[in-house]
């Protein structure tokens, strides 16, 4: 595999746990369950998903414009 296809394979892993979230969060907010262990668990886990995706955007080891099978 790739580096661009590994960079894929993990951004569709990080995206697919934040929007899974992200949309736990929305299904909170829609039932007005704004506070409690529930709303906690998921708030943490909207953080914890937005951070490992931040994190892993700004590592820059995934290829650049035109690289193709080299990592930086």
Do not use: C
Not at 8 to 15: F, K, N, Q, T, V
Not at 33 to 62: C, D, K
Request: net charge negative; hydrophobic share 30%.
């Amino acid at each position: 595999m790739s580096t661009t296809d590994d960079f894929r394979a993990r951004a569709h892993e990080l995206i697919a746990d934040l929007d899974a979230a992200t949309s736990e969060m929305m299904k909170l907010i829609s039932e007005h369950q704004l506070s409690g262990p529930e709303w906690e668990r998921v708030s943490q886990w909207q953080h914890e998903a937005y951070e490992r995706w931040m994190t892993y955007l700004n590592e820059r080891s995934y290829p650049g414009p035109g690289d193709n099978n080299a990592s930086r």
